[in-house]
């Protein structure tokens, strides 16, 4: 069962990496903007006074940095750090499809959040 979900992943991978490279770089910062601002709508709510009453802190410097390291994760799965010949030999897998599904979690989750919040 696992190694047919993992064959599952890394197809979806291969799926991702046969994309164009600029759109794969795209996907990156959409998944790191959505999963950024999960972490800020979260530690807002239960850290803070609440999304719906901002205060100036710590927060959106917190997501900043949050998201950036997610930005950098998402690159090395989605894109590759590899150059010249060895990018052309780097493939996406598993990690790749990990990355887009967490990103499709992150921004389901962000939508239900906003959804409650305003109501």
């Known amino acids: 069962m696992a190694d047919e ?3 599952g992943l890394a197809a979806f991978g291969a799926r991702i ?3 164009m490279r600029f759109t794969r770089i795209l996907m990156c910062i959409l998944i790191a903007l959505v999963i950024a601002l999960l972490a800020w709508l979260v530690m807002a ?3 803070g006074d609440g999304v719906s009453n901002p205060e100036p802190g710590e927060f959106p ?4 940095v949050f998201g950036t390291l997610v930005y950098a994760v998402a690159w090395w799965a989605i894109v590759g750090f590899a150059s010249g010949e060895a ?3 780097w493939r996406a897998g598993t990690p790749a499809a990990i990355m887009v ?7 389901v989750l962000d939508v ?5 919040l305003l109501n």
């Open 87 to 89: 990018r052309l030999a």
């Open 45 to 47: 709510e239960a850290l």
């Open 17 to 19: 990496g046969r994309l």
């Open 112 to 116: 239900v959040i906003v959804i409650i």
């Open 61 to 64: 410097y917190v997501a900043v």
């Open 5 to 7: 979900q993992s064959t």
């Open 101 to 107: 599904l967490a990103g499709l979690v992150s921004f």
